[in-house]
């Protein structure tokens, strides 16, 4: 029976673990597939061109914003990030379910334009909690820390408007917190398929195929 995939956005501040938790999901859950991005930003160590982003230049950003060609696309910490539209078309077409992991402005376009998007929220336990996780990642200097801790209450206002939420509690009180997340939102995933508008066509021909046996 033919289907079309399903679309899942997640974001949530920079540092509540949405990046590890997508990775992490894939990996565990290949009948789930992770959409790569666009961005203007350089990569940083360990980074893969085609496999954590697609590293493009301002110029050929410019280019596929004017050719329509993002799903969505947003201005985040002084980059840009998009998502390719035929990326989306060609994933979903296929029946593949597909995971966008993109900032909040991204998100919030994505479930505007088409109503059947599932948005899925990860945040932090607390602020404190947060800062620490930013620092540990030895990513960022004191400016972009005072610029990203500056954007999570802006960031955590837009929750409200998500259709679920995920609390990625801290992994030194909890070991497994990251399991926990990522099994919750494999668990939004199980449910979306399961939902009766999602299985008409085999419930038609079920009832279909009973009539005519009875």
């Known amino acids: 029976m033919e289907r079309r995939g399903l679309l899942f956005v997640i974001s949530g501040p920079a540092g509540a673990g949405k990046s590890m938790i997508a990775k992490t999901l894939v990996e565990r859950h290949p009948d789930v597939k992770l959409s790569v991005s666009c961005t203007t ?5 360990g980074e893969i061109e085609g496999v954590h982003y697609h590293f493009v230049s301002d110029e050929e950003f410019d280019r596929l914003v004017r050719d329509g060609e993002f799903y969505e696309w947003a201005h985040v910490h002084e980059h840009r990030y998009g998502t390719l539209r035929q990326t989306v078309q060609k994933q979903l077409s296929e029946g593949h379910d597909l995971v966008l992991e993109i900032d909040v402005q991204g998100c919030l376009q994505a479930m505007e334009q088409d109503s059947e998007v599932t948005g899925i929220f990860v945040c932090p336990p607390s602020r404190e909690n947060l800062e620490k996780r ?11 820390l005072r610029i990203r801790l500056n954007n999570v209450a802006r960031e955590v206002s837009q929750a409200y408007r998500y259709d679920y939420l995920i609390v990625h509690q801290d992994w030194h009180e909890i070991p497994n917190a990251l399991d926990i997340a990522i099994e919750e939102v494999y668990a939004i995933i199980t449910a979306m398929r399961l939902k009766t508008g999602r299985n008409m066509r085999f419930l038609n021909e079920l009832t279909a195929s009973l009539k005519r046996e009875g």
């Open 41 to 45: 930003r350089l990569p940083r160590p």
């Open 134 to 144: 930013l620092r540990d990642r030895g990513t960022e200097t004191e400016e972009s």
